[in-house]
């Protein structure tokens, strides 16, 4: 009995997070699994009401990876991390950082001002960036500006999501800079270092581990954009239904009808998120490495 | 009528979908008896419960006298969370799972889909009269392989809109060729180089497809089990090149139809024309309420002068679901709303709706017009003429949703990027027949 405790209570205590993990993110991966590894065929005559669901081996994946527009729409979504990324960790390291600085005021107000658009649903705050955007009702020069061209789109839809997640990245980093041992803050003042060096020598390289985190949750958060250019699709000719990858799994298994080859889309990027979460950790564990070494 | 108001495909609808299941689990009993079409007043005394989705505004009034005259049959109306499209991709995923409503409004060009993906149950057995009431055109869009699946509600031909008072202070008439259009349309947009006489559509590919239908387009056909697609044929290409060359000259504005963008000019006078449809002024107090009193209708210009033929947009037929416990009922209520003197009057005076019944385009309710029409006292009139004239593809395709979906991205893409709709249209037929030819329809050529 006193021996048996310390082995069931490990086991206890991680139940409810892999019960979880089982039920509601591997089951519906594997089911996604086989759906997309099967297809339907139709007989019957002209309509051909009479439907089976027949094994398609990697027929599915074929299609996906054949297919230029899946390619065109990874690309995309690229092109919007480009641009998204960077701007959400450089303006969220910014504010943070001005922030904690020694002689910043209103702190409260302003951090909550900076965190307030992450309050803002994802739908709703590419609706209220639409109409900024549109000719007909853009306060901020859609009559000169094209919002919706070919190459402004890119920065049209990352600014929606930049603007909707900066707060929150900001408020993680501004932790991370109060967690920080004030002796060490203290003793570079006493170095004589200025507020700008303060910040840039000692604070950033002590929060590289947050930044690092910020960055990969932003790049997962960039694989998953669905949001910002659903919503803005109606308001213009710019986005397809295929615009990034999660909107042409959307396309295919609820508009078009074929559950099967949208799953398999999915899997693949379900794959090839894990293997870029898994990327940027590797990267980022050795960038911070690096720099304590 | 019988519009979307846009297409955000993504409100979610879990509330709704929990609402039906509780109301189909709700009776059991009273099953239905097969042959018999009023099934619900023998035996027991359970009132059966229907729902039923439609997104016309009106509906309310029409299932309030109905319930109030059939206590045994109550029929609650269900507001879809999106329309044409969003609806019907929703109704065959609920489908599998078994909570689609009792009733449905379904555009004809989805039916063929409904039908093939078994969402929707044929109408024979319970309504074994209902060929009678209708021409054989307004029945070829709901009978399939002899099978009647739904009944017509509406019939919605083409019609041109345009403002009155913009065109008489030019001088101009309603164009009665697509020439003339294109002349107005230039000479409108050089007199003010902010107003357009219309927009492509990218975002709505019936408006197209009527367009094309026009043109003597017939994007499929069957012989036997057969399927000829021919999206890109040479009527279409024509269609295609003339909006092209409007596109290109900057004459005509490519904002989707209901878009922000477009309901603004629409309403501040900086759009003065519409092709659209006869449910327009259901749709022009919502888009374009301050331009009240200062539009006319008149037939959709033609390819040669005098060629009355026009397409449609839109237009629907009630439908039963595979999932409803009662379809004999349901047919009942169907057959009521959509072609009893007492239904239709209800949906003329509330929904706008151009009855497909025959003996309804001569109802009374029709010799007033729709009230964004008043000054037009022979609206209903003119529709009667041009609906006479109505032509339609032989069928619409099983995997019409595909061709639709792929028509809006391979449009939206080519006016974007200044690429050839010729190309786009090629695409649009490429992808029909690959997804047809992928589920295993026999497609020739």
């Known amino acids: 009995m006193a021996k048996r405790r310390p082995r069931l209570l490990p086991v206890l205590l991680v139940t409810p997070a892999l019960v979880l993990l089982a039920l509601f993110t591997i089951a519906p991966a594997g089911y996604a699994l086989y759906l997309s590894l099967m297809k339907v065929r139709v007989s019957g005559g002209l309509l051909g009401t009479t439907t089976t669901q027949v094994f398609a081996g990697a027929g599915n994946y074929v299609a996906t990876f054949t297919d230029p527009e899946f390619w065109h729409s990874l690309g995309r979504m690229l092109l919007v991390a480009v641009v998204g990324v960077p701007a959400t960790v450089i303006l969220a390291t910014l504010f943070a950082l001005c922030l904690d600085a020694n002689r910043a005021r209103l702190t409260t107000v302003t951090r909550l001002a900076i965190f307030l658009p992450y309050a803002v649903p994802g739908v709703i705050a590419s609706l209220l960036w639409g109409f900024l955007y549109l000719p007909a009702t853009s306060p901020i020069g859609g009559e000169v500006i094209n919002y919706f061209g070919g190459r402004t789109i890119f920065f ?9 997640v900066v707060g ?32 840039l020598r000692i604070k950033l390289p002590l929060i590289a581990p947050a930044i690092a985190m910020i960055s990969l949750f932003s790049v997962i958060g960039a694989l998953q954009l669905f949001n910002e250019p659903t919503a803005l699709r109606p308001l213009a000719n710019a986005i397809t239904s295929t615009w990034v990858p999660l909107m042409r799994v959307y396309s295919d298994a609820f508009v078009n009808n074929d559950i099967y080859g949208g799953a398999a889309s999915a899997f693949t990027l379900l794959v090839m998120t894990v293997t870029a979460t898994v990327l940027v950790r590797v990267l980022a564990n050795q960038l911070t490495r690096r720099e304590r070494g | 009528m019988a519009r979307r108001s846009g297409r955000s495909a ?5 509330a709704a979908a929990a609402t039906l299941t509780a109301a189909t689990l709700a009776v059991a009993g009273c099953s239905s ?35 109030k005259a059939h206590p045994d049959i109550q029929v609650q109306l269900i507001k879809p969370s999106g329309t044409g499209y969003t609806l019907y991709n929703k109704l065959i995923t609920d489908n599998r799972a078994g909570t689609n409503p009792d009733i449905s409004e379904v555009e004809y060009q989805a039916l063929p889909e409904m039908v093939a993906n078994k969402v929707i149950i044929s109408l024979d057995k319970y309504l074994p009269g209902l060929a009678a009431k209708y021409s054989t055109a307004a029945l070829d869009q709901v009978r399939f392989q002899g099978s009647v ?96 060359g409007l596109v290109n000259k900057g004459v005509i504005s490519p904002e989707p139809s209901f878009s922000t963008q477009w309901n603004t000019d629409m309403n501040n006078g900086t759009m003065v024309g519409w092709v659209s449809a006869q449910w327009a002024p259901n749709q022009l107090p919502t888009i374009a309420p301050s331009t009240a009193g200062k539009w006319q209708a008149a037939a959709l210009p033609a390819w040669t002068a005098g060629d009355q033929a026009v397409g ?20 009942q209520f169907v057959q009521w709303m959509n072609s009893t003197t007492q239904g239709l009057n209800l949906l003329i005076k509330n929904v706008d709706a151009f009855p497909a019944a025959t003996f309804a385009q001569a109802l009374p309710a029709l010799s007033s017009p729709p009230a964004f029409m008043s000054d037009q006292p022979d609206y209903y009139a003119l529709m009667k003429t041009i609906a006479q004239n109505v032509r339609g593809f032989q069928i619409w395709g099983p995997n019409a949703s595909v061709t639709f979906s792929s028509y809006s991205d391979a449009f939206a893409s080519a006016l974007q990027n200044h690429t050839s709709f010729a190309q786009a249209l090629n695409k649009v037929q490429t992808t029909t027949v690959n997804d047809m030819q992928k589920s295993g329809f026999q497609v020739a050529g």
Not at chain 2, 10 to 14: K, P, Q, W
Request: proline letters at 4%.
């Open chain 2, 10 to 14: 993504l409100r979610t609808a879990a």
């Open chain 2, 149 to 244: 699946y739904g009944v017509p509600q509406n019939i919605c031909p083409m019609v041109f809109f345009y403002r009155q008072d913009v065109f008489s202070k030019l001088g101009l008439k309603a164009p009665t060729t697509w020439d003339q259009y294109a002349a107005d349309a230039a000479a409108i947009h050089q007199a003010n180089p902010k107003q357009y006489l219309g927009n492509f559509d990218a975002a709505d590919p019936e408006w197209f497809a009527g367009l094309a239908q026009q043109a003597g387009a017939n994007w499929w056909t069957t012989s036997g089990d057969k399927w000829t697609v021919a999206i890109d044929d040479a009527a279409t290409q024509k269609v295609a090149a003339y909006w092209q």
């Open chain 2, 33 to 67: 008896s097969g042959s018999s079409s009023s099934a619900s007043s023998s035996g027991s005394h359970q009132v059966v419960h229907l729902t039923i989705t439609d997104w016309d505004n009106g509906m309310q009034t029409v299932v309030n006298t109905w319930n």
């Open chain 1, 156 to 164: 049209t839809v990352a600014n929606v999501a930049v603007w909707g």
């Open chain 1, 168 to 199: 929150f990245n900001t408020v993680v980093l501004y932790t991370a800079l109060r967690a920080l041992p004030r002796d060490t803050v203290e003793a570079a003042q006493i170095d004589g270092a200025s507020e700008a060096q303060i910040a």
């Open chain 2, 312 to 331: 449609t947009w839109g237009g629907e037929a009630e439908v039963v679901t595979a999932n409803s416990k009662h379809p004999a009922q349901a047919a």
